[in-house]
């Protein structure tokens, strides 16, 4: 899938699963569950152990998956993730190298950042998205809105904290998506192998995002700009 189609992808389904496990065989039975639950897209980070050869499997055996590859903290991993089908980039953090890697490769990249100046920074070095990550430790949806007022041109994840109570004000306040690890993919529902949970999460999800921008829609209806037509003159 070419980069222009997967960020289309992220904005069309605004969630990003985050399969941090302990395990290989976890983190595919985590994945399956979350596609078939409607989530066309898996995040599998460099902490899983086999992450390459996992990141290499779903590529080539799940080609109606976006598959993307996360806490990718230098170019090396990058290139062995770029190799293994990965087809997209991300981080908690904004690594300049590895966003230009990818960029040079045209591959979507999502690095990590948290102030304003980082995000803009991230922004201006040829990031597709910016992840807000911790979010919600530093105000969460909040902060979103203050960051997306300031900066409206740039597409922000909201990571790190995320719930089935905050995910669609998170969209509401601005986010472009939502990373989401534990609360869709419950550390239970893999032990016990309940893929129905999963899957429930993964349309309940799906719908705070329906919600969600369905409010949006209602704000910018009801928005009406009032022309000023005062006369008053500032005083010197």
């Keep these: ?19 941090r496990v302990s395990s290989g065989a976890d983190a595919h039975f985590a994945a399956e569950a979350v596609t078939r639950g409607g989530i066309p897209i898996v995040e599998i980070t460099m902490t899983v152990p086999g992450a390459v050869d996992l990141i290499s499997h779903l590529a080539k055996h799940s080609p109606d998956t976006v598959v993307g590859a996360g806490t990718v903290l230098d170019t090396a991993t990058a290139g062995r993730c770029l190799d293994a089908g990965a087809s997209f980039i991300t981080a908690p953090e904004f690594y300049t190298e590895v966003l230009q890697f990818a960029a040079k ?29 911790p979010c919600a430790q530093v105000g969460g949806c909040s902060y979103i809105k203050a960051l997306h007022t300031a900066l409206p041109q740039i597409p922000l994840i909201a990571a790190g904290g995320v719930n089935q109570q905050t995910a669609a004000q998170f969209i509401v306040s601005g986010a472009t998506a939502i990373g989401i690890g534990t609360e869709l993919i419950p550390t239970e529902a893999i032990a016990r192998r309940q893929p129905e949970r999963i899957r429930e999460l993964a349309h309940r999800f799906a719908g705070f995002v329906k919600v969600a921008r369905e409010r949006v829609e209602e704000i910018k209806r009801s928005a009406v700009i009032q022309p000023y037509e005062g006369d008053e003159k500032c005083e010197v």
């Excluded at 997967?6 to 990003?16: D, F, G, M, R, S």
């Excluded at 045209?106 to 597709?128: F, H, K, M, Q, S």
């Design 105 to 133: 490769q045209n591959v979507a990249v999502l690095p990590g950042a948290l102030t304003p100046t980082e995000i803009a920074a991230a922004w201006r070095a040829g990031a597709d998205f910016v992840k807000v990550f």
């Design 1 to 19: 899938m070419k980069k222009e189609d997967v960020c289309a992808l992220i904005k069309e389904i605004a969630i990003i699963p985050a399969i």
